[in-house]
């Protein structure tokens, strides 16, 4: 049985930090693409960051381009997304999900399994 584990969320101050953890257990993801989604209330899920395979492949979304970053511990079967000069406009459920494929998707249809969600609130 596959099962996600999404951790890290919080409340933080405009321009502070935050790391979410996406632990995996009941299959090995290292050959997989896994991302990370987000929905605020009354807002449909939207796409964040993804990450490949071998970990160098990655995407963003144009909102958090060059604020976020994401990586994976292939060993510890886990996925990471650490968030600097949060806005309030990051407050969000945030997801993580694996993709049984080696490419990454900014689709949330694409992927195959997903966590409960840690919720993440920046004040202003």
């Known amino acids: 049985q596959v099962h996600l584990v999404e951790s890290g969320g919080g409340l933080v101050q405009a321009g502070g930090s935050l790391r979410l953890s996406c632990s995996a257990s009941g299959r090995t993801f290292s050959s997989y693409a896994m991302g990370w989604f987000r929905q605020a209330p009354g807002k449909e899920r939207e796409f964040v960051a993804a990450i490949g395979r071998s970990g160098t492949n990655v995407k963003y979304a144009d909102s958090v381009e060059g604020r976020f970053t994401v990586s994976k511990d292939s060993a510890k079967n886990t996925v990471y997304l650490r968030m600097d000069s949060l806005k309030p406009e990051d407050t969000a459920l945030y997801y993580c999900?694996?993709?049984?494929?080696?490419?990454?998707?900014?689709?949330?249809?694409?992927?195959?399994?997903w966590g409960q969600g840690t919720q993440v609130t920046v004040s202003s």
């Open positions: 999900a694996v993709r049984l494929s080696i490419s990454i998707s900014t689709m949330p249809a694409a992927y195959d399994y």
